[in-house]
């Protein structure tokens, strides 16, 4: 099945900064990558996806960027606000496949 | 509109007990899953029903199983619980994963085995 790693585990910027979290997938068929944002003690949100057709989408002052060949993705969130703070979730999935794996998390802390 | 609840919010049993977690979504989703999340592990699949009447092992199934009661409903039953699934349980609706449509998640639950 498909493997999803990523990096970091944690991360602390100061506030206004840029973060950037990075995933990597093994199964080279899946086309699909959502980012996840869970704050504390809340359930899981999606903030942004990207297929396989694009290498890079935008919603302000997050994006992701995909590399099929190299099989990883990134999210960049800039301007950092306090509110950023929360565990970010990569995954995968692939057409005609109902599953969807999940990277480890990274908390990223954004300081005042 | 709720969504997708869950019951019970928190949970504690001893081990040995046996419990039901609940879930149901109003959103008319064919795809409904079970999730675990554990520090450091991320989300990791347990069972998953791609539509009503069926369903299908995920990564981490041992020790669960689950019920696809109509379109609505999707159980986690913990025959005999252990310390090892001590966690936090989400469960999740989608539309069609197949075309990548995004999870909605319920709002979790924290069990604990004693």
């Known amino acids: 099945g498909e493997n999803v790693e990523q990096h970091p585990s944690t991360l602390s910027v100061q506030e206004g900064d840029s973060a950037v979290i990075k995933c990597t997938y093994s199964?080279?068929?899946?086309?699909?990558f959502p980012w996840y944002k869970q704050e504390l003690g809340k359930r899981p949100q999606l903030i942004i996806d990207?297929?396989?057709?694009?290498g890079e989408k935008k919603d302000q002052r997050i994006a992701v960027t995909l590399n099929k060949t190299a099989k990883h993705f990134s999210l960049h969130i800039t301007e950092t606000q306090p509110e950023d703070s929360a565990v970010y979730f990569c995954?995968?999935?692939?057409?005609?496949?109902?599953?969807?794996?999940f990277g480890s998390g990274t908390k990223l802390n954004v300081k005042p | 509109n709720a969504g997708v609840t869950q019951t019970p919010k928190f949970q504690v049993l001893k081990t040995g007990q046996s419990m039901t977690l609940q879930c149901a979504q109003d959103?008319?989703?064919?795809?409904m899953y079970w999730y675990r999340q554990d520090p450091g592990m991320g989300l990791r699949l347990i069972y998953y029903?791609?539509?009503?009447?069926?369903?299908d092992k995920g990564e981490v199934p041992n020790g669960y199983n689950v019920s696809r009661l109509n379109k609505r409903e999707f159980s986690l039953r913990l025959e005999s619980a252990a310390p090892s699934q001590t966690s936090v349980y989400f469960c999740?609706?989608?539309?069609?994963?197949?075309?990548?449509?995004?999870?909605?998640f319920g709002s979790g639950t924290q069990l604990s085995v004693l």
């Open positions: 999740a609706s989608s539309d069609d994963p197949q075309r990548g449509e995004k999870l909605f």
């Open positions: 199964d080279s068929a899946s086309n699909y």
């Open positions: 990207i297929r396989s057709n694009v």
């Open positions: 995954a995968a999935s692939r057409e005609n496949f109902n599953k969807f794996y």
């Open positions: 959103m008319n989703h064919n795809s």
């Open positions: 029903s791609a539509s009503e009447g069926t369903t």
